[in-house]
């Protein structure tokens, strides 16, 4: 009876063994491109008419700090837009077997994305598969730096392979 205890405890016990010793994995350079989004942004922008909801304009303040082991961002945000408020909490990450960023994001408003991601010089861009009215959809968001404390945002979409449609567009500061 004692025998399936031995054989879980040293499957527990022989990773110990092996990598007991070794250092605990350090984030890479491409990790720590994500540093960009540390500290607290102020953002605003405008809205178009879409099939998300009607036009408006938005504003709100997103928090990032890195998670327990340096790999991992995690940010706050508040927003204020067409719709009312809304709060979401964000992971940005950096899959090294992929060598592409990860985005994972869920909202008070109950939905939640996912997303893979590229840094192009000082242009940040997440693309994800979605559905508008039904049909298979694209979307693409781009962040490009325009300082260390700057920088501007657009999101837009591609129903069935169609024209890209810009949705959402603004700007980001990051308060000292």
């Not at 009312?84 to 592409?100: F, H, P, Q, V």
């Not at 840094?119 to 049909?135: E, F, S, Y």
């Amino acid at each position: 009876m004692k025998r399936p205890l031995v054989i879980v405890l040293l499957a527990l016990a022989i990773p110990s063994l092996a990598f007991g010793q070794a250092q605990p994995p350090k984030p890479g350079p491409e990790v720590q491109k994500l540093a960009y989004f540390l500290g607290t942004w102020k953002g605003e922008g405008e809205i178009k008419a879409s099939p998300f909801g009607p036009a408006g304009k938005f504003s709100g303040t997103e928090s990032c700090e890195w998670f327990a082991g340096g790999f991992h961002v995690v940010c706050r945000i508040e927003s204020t837009g067409p719709e009312g408020r809304m709060t979401e909490l964000e992971i940005l990450a950096y899959d090294a077997e992929a060598k592409a960023y990860t985005y994972y994001s869920i909202s008070s408003r109950g939905w939640s994305d996912t997303s893979k991601g590229s840094l192009t010089g000082n242009t940040w861009t997440w693309v994800w598969d979605d559905r508008v009215a039904g049909k298979p959809a694209k979307f693409r968001e781009t962040v490009e730096q325009l300082s260390p404390t700057s920088d501007t945002f657009k999101t837009e979409y591609s129903v069935a392979s169609g024209p890209w449609t810009v949705f959402l567009e603004g700007k980001s500061t990051k308060v000292k």
